[in-house]
Each structure stands twice: as C-alpha cells, then as structure tokens.
C-alpha cells in the first residue's frame, strides 16, 4: 500500500506541477513542453527530489534501495512510454496525408535540406571529437527532426499559417518527421543489433531501411484500405467508447506491430494515426460524437506532460556546470540552427521569403526529446548510446531551439509588414 500512495502523490506532483509550468510558458508565449520539461528537472532526483526518489515504504516493499530504484523507474519508464506512443498517435492524427502529397516541390526540397544538412553537420562534429561512428549517427539523427507542433502554433498566433511560407513550413516538416523516424528505426535496429554482437554492414543497413520503409509503407496501404471497414463494422456497435477503444486499439496494435520486427513502436504510432481520416469514422460524428482526435485528448493531456517531466528528471543538472557539456550543447545547437537555415536557402522559385522559411524549420521540440529517449534506452557494449553528458546536451539544443523559434519569426514576418 506505502508503493501505491507514493506512486500515487510522485504522479500527482509530476502533473500538478507540469500544468502549472506549461501554463506559465504559455502565459509567456512559449511552448509549455519547456515548462513541463524544467518542472521535471526541478523536482527530479538532481534538484528537488520530490519525485523519482524511493520513500522508505518503496525500500520496505522492494526490499532494498536498488530495487525501490528499479521498481519505481519501471513504473515512470511505463507511463512516459504510453505518453509518447500517445503523443506520436496524436501527431499522426493532425497529419494529414492529403497534406503530404499536396505540399510540392518546394516543400519536397526543403525537407530534403533540412534532413542532409543538420545530419551531416552532426555526424561529423560527433566523429571529429573522436565519438563513436554509431553514437554520431544518433546525434545526427536527434538533430534531423522539425517540430512541427510548436511551429504551426506560432504562425496561427501570428495570423501567418495560411501564408506561402508556412505551406512550405509546414509541409516540409512533416516529411522531415516521416523521414527522421525512418532514420531512428534503422539507426535504432543496427544499434540493437551491434549490442547483440551481428556485425552491422552496409548491407545490413539497406535490410534495416527496406524494412523500416516496407513497414511504413505496408501500415499505410492496408491502413488505407482496412480502416474505413473497420469503423464501419464498429460504427454499427451500440456500446458507448467505441469510437476511442477502436482507436487506441489500432494504435497499440500497430505499435507493437513495430516493435515485433526490432523498429520504435513510436513508428508504429505515428503510423496509425497518420491513416486515421476524419471520412473513416464519420458515421460516429454523424449519431452526434466527437471526433477521435477530441475523444483522445484528455488521455494525451494526462500521459504526454508525464512523458515530458520524465524527460526532466533524467537531466544531471550538475552537467551543466561541466564545461564540455556545455560546449557539446553549443556545438549541437549551431549544427542543429545553421542545417535548418540552409532550408531557406533551398526554397525555389521566389515569392516566398528564405529567412521564414528558415527559422520556422529550427525548433526541435518535443521530437528531439523523443529521440533522445529513445537513445538512452538503446545499449552499447554496456553504455547507453546518450550518455547523461549527453542527454544534458541535447536537452539545452531542445530547449534553445525551441525557445528562440517564436520571437525569431515573429521578427522576421514583421520585418515584411
């Protein structure tokens, strides 16, 4: 029972305390992913340690210090895994794959930038500090991804979304989270792959890719096709939660579905929502329900800001009094700021304005705490592929990123008016 009533008030802190943080932030104009992830530093196990610390009811129940440990990590490691399987879900949700298709050219060249670039500029810091070849493909994989959540909410407060620039925006971002998932799933497999000592070749690479791509690919067709059957059939269902059970169900199944041949069940999410149109299920709005991205948000509310505070309490605020980490962070941040300058740069044709274009494909914000999870978990010759130096330093790449996206295009569309 002392388990339970711990795990208990350390959630209750975790969403009290990201609920007020993210209404700071926006109160400020800022992204409140920010504030739920500082609001985890702050009472996290390096600073306050009101949570993600065992009591001595947990020491007593899991016999032992270490066991407490464990047994509380597990439970939080559960918690933020449901909240970015949720998160990735929703994201795929609000993508619309008419959207994909309708972007063009421009857009289609932009995204290309925005993968080539921030990549190669951190693959080869990471190798030129003497890291290891594995570990600078994460760090440049961590720095590909745009987010395209914080973006589009600056451009609508600033009353720009349906502007040339944020179509490109926009539709360049989506493709660079298509694609950076598709990179994580391969850089993820070969990792897992080398940590059980097969040899990781090139063509063992190309394997990972078709079957990362075949997956993404194979869960869109069939999605495609089966979906609209299946909410039919269940539209015909009585029972009251249809509608959310069905899709929750679809998500976890595809999840898994992921994670069976060795890929991120975050794929498998993002994947599942991604073939989730409104015409699937509109029998459901037609008997007076919600639609399914509004049944899902109150359970995104509760599991992502728990996600995001998790990711807070992993920061070692010490490392941030360690000068190589801060340095990492600088090196990282202007990889991550000038790839996605070079974005503007490969804008054809004209009418459109670079430097928007530019700065609006900057924030990294929750996708690249997404990936930074995702490496902590993946294990190399007994060392975590992100190190917490290393976590550290992603993090502030996160939160710079994040934070100077807003008043950077709010200067740059003012500068035209």
Not at 118 to 137: D, N, S, W
Not at 221 to 234: I, Y
Not at 288 to 307: D, K, W
Not at 378 to 384: C, K, R
Request: some cysteine; proline content about 4%.
């Amino acid at each position: 029972m002392h388990v339970a009533a711990d795990v208990l008030t350390d959630i209750f802190l975790m969403f009290l305390a990201a609920k007020v943080a993210g209404e700071v932030f926006e109160r400020l104009r800022q992204p409140a992913v920010i504030g739920e992830l500082l609001a985890g530093m702050l009472l996290g196990p390096y600073a306050l340690g009101w949570i993600g610390v065992p009591t001595e009811g947990m020491v007593e129940a899991f016999n032992g210090q270490a066991a407490a440990q464990e047994g509380i990590a597990a439970i939080y490691e559960v918690l933020a895994e449901l909240g970015v399987i949720i998160l990735l879900f929703v994201v795929g949700l609000e993508t619309r794959l008419s959207d994909i298709l309708r972007v063009g050219a421009r857009a289609g060249v932009v995204a290309v930038a925005g993968i080539v670039v921030p990549f190669a500029l951190g693959f080869v810091y990471i190798q030129a500090i003497g890291r290891p070849t594995i570990e600078a493909l994460f760090v440049a994989t961590a720095l590909v991804a745009t987010s395209i959540g914080i973006t589009a909410r600056v451009l609508a407060d600033l009353g720009h979304l349906q502007s040339r620039e944020a179509r490109i925006i926009l539709g360049a971002a989506v493709i660079d989270d298509v694609m950076g998932l598709v990179i994580l799933a391969v850089v993820g497999a070969a990792i897992t792959a080398a940590g059980t000592g097969q040899a990781v070749s090139y063509p063992s690479l190309l394997v990972i890719l078709a079957k990362a791509v075949l997956f993404l690919v194979g869960a869109l067709v069939v999605g495609v096709r089966l979906s609209p059957v299946m909410f039919r059939f269940a539209s015909r269902l009585q029972a009251r939660g249809v509608l959310l059970a069905l899709g929750l169900a679809w998500c976890f199944l595809l999840s898994w579905l992921a994670s069976v041949i060795e890929l991120a069940p975050i794929v498998g999410a993002f994947a599942a929502g991604l073939v989730l149109e409104r015409v699937h299920y509109r029998e459901f709005g037609d008997r007076g329900e919600h639609e399914l991205e509004e049944l899902v948000a109150p359970i995104a509310g509760f599991l992502v800001p728990v996600f995001f505070v998790v990711m807070g309490m992993r920061t070692d605020l010490a490392s941030f009094a360690d000068t190589r980490v801060l340095g990492l962070a600088a090196a990282l941040t202007a990889a991550a700021v000038i790839g996605k300058q070079v974005c503007g740069l490969a804008v054809v044709g004209g009418g459109v304005d670079r430097v928007t274009v530019g700065l609006g494909m900057i924030p990294r914000g929750e996708v690249g705490l997404i990936f930074a999870n995702m490496g902590t978990a993946l294990v190399l010759a007994g060392t975590p592929i992100v190190t917490p130096p290393l976590y550290s330093a992603i993090v502030v790449m996160v939160i710079v990123t994040t934070l100077v996206t807003p008043p950077a295009l709010k200067w740059s569309l003012g500068r035209r008016a």
